[in-house]
Structure formats: C-alpha cells, structure tokens
C-alpha cells in the first residue's frame, strides 16, 4: 500500500493553499467572466439567427434561394457560402478580442493568483 502525505504532492511539491472558489468572487474575475459573456453571447445569438434563418429560407423558399445574382450563382450558393464566411469573421473579430481584452485581465489574474500561491 503506498504511503501518502498531506505536506507533499506526488511530484515534491507542496499543495496550494488558494481557495479557488472565493477567487472566483473577486471583482477582477467576476469582470473577466463580465467582459467574455458579453462579447461571446450577443455575437453568438445573432450567428444562430443567421443560420436559422437560412436554412428556413432554403427549406421553405427554395424560388427565393433560386433567384439568379450573377450568371450561373444564385442567391442559396452566395448566403451558404456567407456562412463560411461569417463564421471566419467571427473566429477572427473573437480571437483579437480576446488578444486585447480577455487575454490580459487573465493574465492580471494569473499573476495575482501566483502571488497569493507564495504566501
């Protein structure tokens, strides 16, 4: 039977002492989750409206899909073809969000949670 102690992890290290959950509290953590639910809900809810509304029109109005833009493309090739689009766009406009914002409160937070790891 292998012998465990309460001063060590397995590696040698000692355990934390943070409480995670009261972390969780803090008004710059409570910001963070702030600032990316109020980026990534809104964003998402509209992307799913797009979607939704797409296949609607495709199932249901396939004579409005069918109307002709350019030559041989239509209306259903260009909107599907936008949804590959928006779907970049919106990786891309998500990603330099967070790079800017999200990125550094999380890396404040870091900071602050290894120091409180050293006491």
Do not use: C
Not at 47 to 59: D, E, G, N, R, S
Not at 61 to 67: F, R, Y
Not at 102 to 113: H, K, N, V
């Amino acid at each position: 039977m292998k012998e465990t102690t309460k001063d060590a992890l397995p590696d040698g290290s000692s355990p934390t002492t943070i409480d995670y959950v009261a972390f969780e509290q803090t008004a710059g953590f409570r910001n963070l989750k702030h600032k990316r639910r109020s980026f990534v809900l809104p964003l998402a809810a509209i992307f799913l409206i797009w979607y939704f509304a797409f296949v609607l029109v495709a199932a249901y109005l396939p004579d409005v899909m069918a109307i002709q833009v350019f030559g041989r493309i239509n209306l259903g090739l260009v909107l599907g073809l936008g949804q590959f689009v928006t779907t970049f766009a919106i990786t891309m406009w998500y990603v330099s969000y967070s790079n800017r914002v999200l990125d550094p409160l999380g890396q404040s937070l870091r900071t602050e949670l290894e120091g409180l790891d050293q006491k």
